[in-house]
């Protein structure tokens, strides 16, 4: 048998792709062929480890050692990112996942439940908007038609993303064959902040025990397009003036809200010209919070700036909230035999969405992460250390270990 692959080793084996030029980093959106590579990829690693592939109505991977479900312990992340991401949000676990395997067969180990590795798809929503995209329509929290009637950038819908990738925009949606095979889900993902580093000893590796509530909400000012430079100021409806409004009021809400999170990451003028006053802007406001109804009370404080500033500048305002998901608790049981296991590794909180987030909801679920040195994430500079990966694959190994080695 061959030593088992690290993870440092797999990932630097799709290191080229999808790296973006302009913004540094990756770019790797759900049904883009870059995504494709990245899926061809995992196929065949699984393949090389013996593991029997395929690909749900969704779009999503899995990789079955031994026969599928029922009960089955399921583990993997994804593999897209934001636009110009890191290295190892998302592919840290799927590669973790992998090399995990490895070290269990080195182990001897059989798997007395079936064991299977996924990859989610669009977990970012960096293409069509809505995040975790692959495991909201498995579990049916996201409604089919709304998810086919869904645009990238450049205006294609996900109906026919997904059917120029080969897949049939008909079968979209809740998945319960699939789901009712997963007896549980651990995802190891890198650690989007900086808690585990600011520990004592900083230890490696830790588990979730929640992810706060988060939305998106998509704001559509309209005023008048006019010349920059011949239109007096009484002559103007500037629709940037709401949106500037609404980015201050976004920094303003947090304000005694210590935990709660207000951005606005990504803002599009219409037309977008340097002597233009915009006929329109959009832009997109991430909201997150201990509680849905706190998010929902920031979301509420900066409309209604927005609104303000509309009105005194004459523009017309409309919000759509794209997603949400209320706050996630992970489940206690599996949380704590977890830490246990682990020889007592620290239980931390995190703000960040994930697709184990939508999974909890219907299957108990866990989350491993991997200490982040500096904290950075959806950044090109987003680390983890060569030493703290293999310690997380092992860490999943162990858990692997345990949860399919005995009976649920
Ligand atoms: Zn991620």
Redesign the pocket.
């Known amino acids: 048998m061959t030593a088992p692959a690290t993870v440092t080793g797999l990932l630097g084996e799709i290191a080229d792709v999808g790296r973006d030029a302009k913004r540094g980093g990756y770019s790797r959106h759900g049904f883009s062929p870059v995504e494709s590579t990245l899926r061809d990829w995992f196929a065949e690693q699984a393949a090389r480890r013996g593991l029997d592939v395929s690909t749900d109505r969704n779009g999503n991977q899995w990789a079955w050692w031994g026969r599928p479900g029922p009960d089955a312990v399921l583990t993997g ?2 593999l897209d990112s934001v636009p110009g991401g890191g290295a190892f ?2 592919p840290l676990g799927v590669a973790s996942a992998l090399a995990a395997v490895d070290r269990l067969r080195a182990g001897g180990f059989s798997p007395r439940r079936p064991l299977a590795l996924v990859v989610f798809t669009e ?2 929503g960096g293409r069509f908007g809505v995040p975790c995209l692959g495991s909201r329509l498995m579990s049916g929290s996201l409604d089919a038609d709304a998810a086919r009637r869904l645009t990238d950038r450049d205006g294609v819908t996900l109906a026919s993303a997904v059917a120029a990738a080969g897949l049939d925009p008909a079968h979209l949606g809740e998945d319960a064959e699939a789901l009712a095979g997963v007896g549980c889900f651990v995802e190891l ?1 890198v650690e989007q902040g900086r808690l585990l580093d600011r520990l004592p000893g900083t230890p490696p590796v830790a588990v979730a025990s929640s992810i706060l509530a988060h939305g998106r909400w998509r704001f559509t000012v309209t005023g008048t397009g006019n010349h920059a430079g011949t239109t007096e100021v009484a002559d103007r409806r500037d629709p940037m003036l709401p949106a500037a409004a609404a980015v201050l009021a976004a920094r303003r809400a947090l304000g005694g809200r210590a935990e709660a999170r207000a951005t606005v990451g990504r803002l599009e003028p219409t037309p977008g010209g340097t002597n233009v006053i915009a006929s329109s802007v959009d832009f997109w406001l991430d909201a997150r919070a201990p509680l849905g109804s706190d998010t929902r009370a920031v979301v509420e404080e900066i409309t209604e700036a927005a609104r303000a500033a509309a009105v005194e500048e004459g523009c017309a305002l409309a919000v759509r909230q794209e997603s949400f998901g209320d706050t996630v608790l992970f489940d206690a049981g599996l949380r704590d035999r977890l830490a246990a296991e682990l020889g007592g590794v620290p239980v931390l909180p995190t703000g ?1 969405g ?1 697709d184990a987030g939508i999974l909890a909801a219907r299957v108990p679920t866990a989350m491993l992460f991997v200490r982040n040195p500096t904290g950075i994430s959806h950044a090109p500079a987003e680390h983890a250390e060569p030493a703290d990966c293999e310690t997380g694959a092992q860490a999943l190994a162990t858990v692997l270990e345990s949860l399919a080695g005995s009976p649920s």
């Open positions: 992340s994804h949000d998302g977990e970012e993902h960040a994930h």
